[in-house]
């Protein structure tokens, strides 16, 4: 029902007021600008310079977090790739075990088809004990099992052994059981010179009675640099003395020729002669002492 002239005046007329102007309506605030108050302050520029940076910043976090994703799919790959070669490492390993593991069976079977060995006991010496000989071989190289004989010759008594000199009692040897060219020609434990070893065998032999005469490895090997030192010089005097007397390089059979032991020189003692004004001892007068001669009581 549409309203009528007479209603719509008498609805104008009850907003004049009592001086006969008429009242504005009241229009009520949004509200956002309600919610906000100073946003009605606030130009639509820097709102739209605000939303940008805030892209801005999105982006960039999404960039970082695609970077992200994809480093850690790099890893998932290398850690699968790892996986791959230990996986197939694993296979060939196991393929070896089995083949170890036939070999080690097949082995096995050969030896129970073959006879037991009989094990033969180390030979011994009787100059020396079983534990002598052992610790001689795997300290020192000695083989103390030969036995110590020269050219039917005991090597032990070729020459006399004194405590207060142990050198002369090996460089006795060497000059009896080694030649004058050997000995010139050659040295015992070379150090820094291309002069060739004496035969290793009969040093062997050598070394074997000194450890017979001292009775432990620890002596032999407090003594031996002082006595293959000596060997050494013996060796030098040896090649100095054929160099100035070449004639007496053949070797003579005689114990007593002047080349035969060079040491011997100034070791023997010279004999004492008697004083000439000693008196000779005279000799008792016998006296009978029988039962007879014996004085009464």
């Keep these: 029902m549409t309203p009528t002239n007479s209603t719509a005046k008498t609805g104008t007329v009850h907003r004049q007021s009592q001086n006969g102007s008429v009242a504005k309506p009241t229009l009520e605030r949004p509200l956002a600008l309600r919610a906000n108050k100073n946003a009605t302050n606030v130009p639509v520029a820097s709102q739209n310079l605000d939303l940008t940076y805030l892209l801005n910043e999105l982006c960039k976090k999404v960039d970082t977090l695609t970077i992200a994703v994809g480093a850690i799919q790099n890893s998932v790959d290398t850690l699968q790739g790892q996986m791959t070669v230990l996986s197939d490492r694993q296979v060939e390993n196991l393929e070896k075990v089995e083949r170890n593991h036939a070999n080690v069976i097949e082995r096995f079977d050969t030896l129970e088809r073959q006879p037991i060995p009989v094990i033969q006991t180390p030979a011994t010496n009787p100059n020396f004990s079983e534990e002598m000989i052992i610790q001689a071989r795997e300290q020192l190289n000695v083989d ?72 432990s490895i620890e002596a032999f090997v407090d003594n031996w640099d002082t006595i293959a030192k000596s060997f050494r010089q013996k060796c030098l005097d040896m090649k100095k003395y054929l160099l100035k007397h070449p004639e007496d390089a053949e070797d003579e059979d005689d114990e007593d020729s002047p080349t035969n032991n060079l040491d011997q020189e100034f070791e023997e003692e010279d004999q004492n002669e008697p004083l000439p004004n000693q008196q000779q001892e005279t000799s008792l007068i016998n006296r009978d002492v029988s039962m007879h001669s014996l004085p009464l009581v």
């Design 144 to 215: 103390l099992t030969v036995p110590l004989i020269y050219k039917e010759k005991n090597v032990l008594t070729m020459a006399p052994f004194n405590r207060n000199n142990i050198n002369i009692y090996g460089t006795r040897i060497l000059g009896k059981i080694f030649k004058k060219r050997e000995l010139a020609a050659g040295t015992v434990d070379p150090v820094r010179t291309r002069t060739p070893p004496l035969d290793p065998i009969r040093l062997n032999l050598i070394k074997a009675c000194y450890l017979k005469k001292l009775k």
